[in-house]
């Protein structure tokens, strides 16, 4: 049987060219998808880039909610939150909500915060500002503290009900933090005295003794800490019935632990 040879074609004018070509066209279909990858990705990056440098979307509003009644404090907070580390200015694709939220939190007049975005350019602060329960009178001034103990100011407000009169001699301002446990003391001591008859013109408080009771009637009960609290009210009552019985006036009624209750005449 014969075998058909076929004889190789002459390379024409552009034979070695177009071979070329066709090669060059195999790699590009190969890697063409790889280059055109990198295209979109450089692209988006570009585009990513130019948002967060461009001005429009760099803070330029800050709006606060209050969802409490504001405080004395009040406006103070607000000066203070509005300028909070120079919210305004700061790109607002970088901001944190839940970090730049506890930071604001960190605020005395600031009971909770919560920061929204907006955009193109505004940031929105929802807040609940502490409010002043009590007075604590340190070196002669009234200052206006919240049950958890923070000073939100000074100044009377004759509406408060518990005050407290610091016999530490430390010196005090805005901000600083007074021992809270007194403070929610002297309100449960209010509750229990005034259901058994008692008035309190103020409440004494020192870190050696803790925290004592001034009654309208003129005599003061040293409960010390806020241990037996109720126990300590039980024997209060006890000791004053029996100052009743024996036709004594009691100045001073000793409660502190460790101690039988005593009658100071």
């Given at each position: 049987m014969a075998t058909r040879v076929q004889r190789p074609e002459k390379p024409g004018k552009f034979g070695t060219l177009g071979?070329?070509?066709?090669?060059?066209?195999?790699?590009?279909?190969?890697?063409?998808?790889?280059w055109f990858s990198l295209l979109v990705g450089c692209s988006v990056s570009m585009a990513l880039w130019a948002a967060l440098t461009s001005p429009d979307f760099h803070v330029s509003i800050v709006a606060i909610r209050r969802i409490t009644p504001p405080t004395l404090a009040g406006n103070d907070s607000l000066v203070k939150i509005q300028s909070f580390t120079g919210l305004v200015g700061q790109p607002i694709f970088l901001l944190d909500p839940q970090q730049v939220s506890q930071q604001i939190a960190q605020l005395p007049p600031v009971a909770d915060a919560r920061l929204f975005l907006v955009l193109p350019s505004q940031a929105i602060v929802e807040m609940a500002e502490r409010q002043p329960e009590a007075r604590w009178i340190a070196n002669g001034h009234v200052f206006l503290v919240s049950r958890d103990g923070v000073i939100l100011g000074s100044g009377d407000a004759p509406d408060l009900t518990v005050t407290l009169i610091d016999n530490t001699g430390v010196p005090l301002r805005t901000g600083d933090l007074v021992d809270a446990s007194a403070v929610q003391m002297a309100f449960l001591l209010k509750d229990l005295l005034s259901h058994a008859g008692i008035g309190i013109t103020a409440f004494q408080y020192s870190t050696l003794e803790g925290l004592s009771v001034e009654a309208k009637e003129g005599w003061v009960a040293k409960y010390g800490s806020a241990d037996r609290i109720v126990e300590k009210t039980q024997e209060l009552l006890a000791v004053l019935e029996l100052a009743q019985e024996r036709q004594l006036v009691c100045n001073v009624i000793d409660l502190q632990p460790n101690r039988s209750p005593t009658c100071r005449t």
């Open positions: 071979r070329f070509i066709r090669l060059l066209g195999k790699g590009v279909g190969t890697f063409g998808h790889r």
